[in-house]
């Protein structure tokens, strides 16, 4: 289940915003009186409750609002429980002094916000002898492997645990804790009021991650990089699986550079059967499989890990056989014919320049390399054996094809463009590698000098559906991949509303 934290200033407020989640499906609500600025009136935000609540108030150094009295507010958590609510959070150093009464359930809790201690056994003990229903467990993850950490309190916890991570690192354990054996997680409703980091959604948790339809058969995959917040690989990943009926779940794992060996070593717990791959681990990647295909090795990057039928590791390129699919149709439907020949200029020199000058290179295409560093762009014209071409001539060349693999009218950035609209020459081909947004400025001014263009996000669904094969062994729904996608970059998108201010809720805590 998914527990939605909700805070508000003033009673009416909270009650109204309860009412609120309730109609759009969530089933358990955390009320943080600590929010409310006066004193809190709880018979009057618990009496028409719409849902199942957790009454919840914390103090500062918990992560909360409380200002007054320590034993006010004991003596408010102890009227929630003679109240009959559902749940009351009781944080460790004051569970003992609060005793069981009626039905309801002790949630005993931990919260540390710097780390991810090492005696977490230890506080797991203690809380599970503070006549516990149910054990919280919330830290600050400083690395990758510290999601581990809490998870593999959950499945053979004696009492009911849950145990996730906070901040970026943490959030794969607030959709992995499902997995294992949580009683629920927490979340968020509205993605602009994050008030701690790492919070989800709860709509991404429902209809992304799909939280409460994950069990211990549940197989993981995801994508790894630095940073890696922006990727929307999980939301098409996951449309993906669900549409077809597979049991799996795909997270963003963020792992710095110094970092993949020991949090790959810590994930192999979690049983990941595949990892997207993107920057800056890309190269790293290939050279740490001794299974990988031709396009790894020449290229020496890999987009994608994953277990083959004999459980081993095996590195792929998936941009290579991509990007030129989506070159060689274009080239076809314009009656060009082949790539033998063509006059193509490369704008960029990083992983996917060197995925596609590679392809278009073995097709039989001549290729120049330009780049805004120019050591950089040099070594990947030395590696594809082509002329480089430094950046501020790059308007001067006859071209047959442009391929911009450079960030440069990437969102949030759109009004620049990495080459100037007085060189384009009509009936040209201009692919631009960015996906969002799906026309760039780029590929606007492209279409006005009469160009052919390609989409990024075409590329960007091929290579995730060759990934998704790659993982699943089956066809992936390349429409449902698509779609998805467009829906999501699209300016004019449609979202769940969010309530009106005087009913939209405000998340804290965990």
Known sequence: MICVALGRTRHRMMIAAHKALAEVGVGLVELRVDWLSRNPDLSRVIKERPTPIVVTCRRPQDGGRWRGPEEDRIMLLRQAIASGVDYVDLETDIADKIPRFGKTKRIVSYHNFQETPDNLEDVHEKLSKQNADIVKIVTMANSPADNVKLLKLIPDAKVPTIAFCMGDFGIPSRILCGKYGSPFTYATFSKERLLAPGQLSFEDMR????????????????????????????????????????????????????????????????????????????????????????????????????????????????????????????????????????????????????????????????????????????????TLNCQFLGWENRGTPFVDILVNCTPIGMWPDTESTPFNQNWFRDGMIVFDTIYNPETTLLLKEAKAHFCHTISGLEMFVRQAAEQFECFTGGAAPVDVMRATLRKAISPVRIKVEKPPESKAPSEDGD
Not at 245 to 251: C, P, Q, S, T
Not at 263 to 285: C, M, N
Not at 339 to 350: F, N, P, Q, S
């Open 207 to 382: 209809d992304i991650y799909h939280f409460d339809e994950l069990n211990r058969e549940t197989k993981v995959f995801g994508v790894i990089g630095d940073p890696i917040a922006h990727s929307w690989s999980p939301l098409i990943h996951n449309a993906a699986l669900k549409k077809a009926g597979v049991n799996a779940v795909y997270l963003p794992f963020r792992i710095p550079a110094d970092d993949l060996k020991p949090a790959l070593r810590a994930f192999e717990w979690l049983d990941v059967q595949g990892y997207s791959v993107t920057i800056p681990h890309k190269e790293s990647i290939a050279g740490m499989v001794s299974h990988v295909d031709a396009n790894v090795t020449d290229s020496g990057a890999a987009n994608t890990l994953y277990k083959n039928s004999q459980d081993k590791w095996c590195a792929v390129n998936t941009d290579y056989e991509a990007a030129l699919t989506v070159i060689r149709e274009k080239v076809a439907e314009t009656g060009g014919g082949t790539l033998e020949g063509k006059r193509v200029m490369l704008l960029g020199a990083g992983g996917v320049a060197k995925a596609i000058g590679l392809a278009l290179t073995r097709a039989g295409a001549a290729i120049t390399v330009t780049n805004r560093s120019k050591d950089r762009g040099k070594a990947l014209a030395e």
